[in-house]
Nanobody, 125 residues
Framework: QLQLVESGGGLVQPGGSLRLSCAAS????????IGWFRQAPGKEREAMSC????????TSADSVKGRFTISRDNAKNTVYLQMNSLTPEDTAVYYC??????????????????WGKGTLVTVSS
């Protein structure tokens, strides 16, 4: 059973940066597509960015392109989300999620079967 634990959330001022981490345990991470999602108060959960098994391919939502960067270190069983130029609209609970992928080119954020419990990011002055 794959388990995911997010960390790195907190309070940051507008324009600031945070790096979120998603640590996996239970199974090797290199067979899984990993994605970062967020859910703001009163809004539906949305996909931010997903990364292929090997990390060679990523996809990102238009709202975070150029600001957020997803990466992974399979040797450490960890995936990261570097978030820059944060705005109050980025305030949300951020979740990492995983799905088993047979293709090394898969970066589809749909169909995630494993979820972490989330980490809160608050952007405020």
């Amino acid at each position: 059973q794959l388990q995911l634990v997010e960390s790195g959330g907190g309070l940051v001022q507008p324009g600031g940066s945070l790096r979120l981490s998603c640590a996996a345990s239970g199974l090797p991470l290199d067979s899984y597509v990993i994605g970062w999602f967020r859910q703001a108060p009163g809004k539906e959960r949305e996909a931010m960015s997903c990364i292929s098994r090997t990390g060679g391919i990523t996809t990102s939502a238009d709202s975070v392109k150029g600001r957020f960067t997803i990466s992974r270190d399979n040797a450490k069983n960890t995936v990261y989300l570097q978030m820059n130029s944060l705005t109050p609209e980025d305030t949300a609970v951020y979740y990492c999620a995983a799905k088993w992928a047979s293709s090394r080119w898969d970066t589809n954020c749909n169909g995630m079967g494993y979820w972490g419990k989330g980490t809160l990011v608050t952007v405020s002055s």
